[in-house]
Nanobody
Framework: QVQLVESGGGLVQAGGSLRLSCAPS????????MAWYRQAPGKQRELAAS???????NYADSVKDRFTTSRDNAKNTVYLQMNSLKPEDTAVYYC???????????????WGQGTQVTVSS
């Protein structure tokens, strides 16, 4: 069973930076769209950033100009560089990907287990 594994979360002071990474735990043939969602305590999960297979990106207004997502298609890995972090960025960050296990399989959606990002004021 393939899962997405996030890393890079932690505790940082306001104004600081963190870089999240997400990679599959097993073999993946190819990935289509990849994205980062986040869920703050007591709030719904929301899309923070997404990136298509050709590198087109989209960001939530709340993170625009501070966060940058990128990907390495050879490794089926997605990254989220977070700069100028604010206390309101505190949340569990989840990786999401639409991917094919093999050349002949259908696209399916995968989620990571989440990584905690805490920004202190």
């Amino acid at each position: 069973q393939v899962q997405l594994v996030e890393s890079g979360g932690g505790l940082v002071q306001a104004g600081g930076s963190l870089r999240l990474s997400c990679a599959p735990s097993g073999s993946i043939f190819s990935t289509n769209a990849m994205a980062w969602y986040r869920q703050a305590p007591g709030k719904q999960r929301e899309l923070a950033a997404s990136i298509t297979s050709v590198g087109t990106t989209n960001y939530a207004d709340s993170v625009k100009d501070r966060f940058t997502t990128s990907r390495d298609n050879a490794k089926n890995t997605v990254y989220l560089q977070m700069n100028s972090l604010k206390p309101e960025d505190t949340a569990v960050y989840y990786c999401n990907a639409v991917a094919k296990r093999t050349r002949y399989s259908s696209d399916r959606e995968y989620w990571g287990q989440g990584t905690q990002v805490t920004v202190s004021s």
